[in-house]
């Protein structure tokens, strides 16, 4: 058999919409499915259509329009053919399926009649080899010249197993431009707070400069608290407003370094003033951590 096996899920969250039945107990097939519902759960890191090459099968997948069409099938059956097969899966689901039940679905494999039209499909593809359109294998064979197949490794694959609290590593020339969600008014505000922040760090370490280096040598522990903090709230705006890997644990560690900084500099500085800088750090670090990132349903056109 050709293709083994066929997933439909939704891209913002890899929730299953519809499965073909699997009777093997091939164990690299089962070991390609694993990895086929790690790929289902971080499609937003992935490119709108791609491969991950197994010893002897591959999983293909294709995206569009929020949902993505998956399969499981031997090393021998060429990537036209199981893109053809995952484009007349994505037109007869797109036909049979209403998009707004499909946005709406909260459980798992909400749409059971839809595996016997897998089923079907499936068949078709092993037993003839190829769709019944030869003019559609040519251009799908085209549009691969075009627009290469990127080849996902499962290594690649793994790192996915990481993607949580939206600090994911970006797989290598994926060419994915991931974007956050936009900027909110309490970000902007934020963002505000933590450049006031900056600035009165800044100043006051630039200031205590002057007198350190004229009189008293042991202040330059709290010149470099202040320049150190002045850096901090910068990279906290830098991580607000872009993506960047490991997020959770750059956003905690700045927000520990912040706390060190005023703690250290609470002599030269009255509770309302230490106050206000923690809450603006605090802030910032919220926010950070619930931007996630943006959904993507763009369709891939193959």
Known sequence: MLILFALVVRVRDGLPLSASTDFHHNPELQERKQQLRTVSKALGLFP????????????????????????????????????????????????????????????????????????????????????????????????????????????????????????????????????????????????????????????????????????????????GAFLLAFFCCLCQCHLYLFHSPLKKVKSFSLLSVIVLCNCFLFGLRNVWQFLFHLGVAVLATLLTLNRKLHDRTNDCGV
């Open 48 to 223: 709108d259509r791609g491969v991950v090459k197994g010893h002897d099968l591959n999983i293909y997948f294709l995206s569009s329009e929020g949902v993505s069409y998956m399969s499981v099938c031997g090393a021998s059956l060429p990537a036209a053919t199981a893109f053809c097969f995952l484009e007349d899966l994505r037109w007869d689901f797109t036909a049979r399926i209403d998009k707004a039940k499909v946005t709406l679905a909260t459980r798992p494999y909400p749409f059971l009649e839809f595996d016997n039209s897998i089923a079907r499909l499936q068949q078709q593809y092993n037993q003839k080899g190829a769709p019944a359109l030869e003019v559609t294998l040519t251009e799908v064979q085209e549009d691969l010249k075009t627009r290469p197949l990127q080849i996902l490794t499962p290594e690649e694959v793994e790192l996915t197993n990481k993607a949580s609290n939206g600090h994911a590593e970006q797989l290598p020339d994926s060419g994915q431009n991931l974007r956050l969600e936009p900027v909110t008014a309490p970000g902007i505000l934020s963002l505000v707070l933590n450049i006031m922040c900056a600035s009165l760090n800044l100043i006051r370490g630039v200031h205590l400069t002057e007198y350190t280096f004229q009189d008293d040598y042991e202040g330059v522990w709290n010149v």
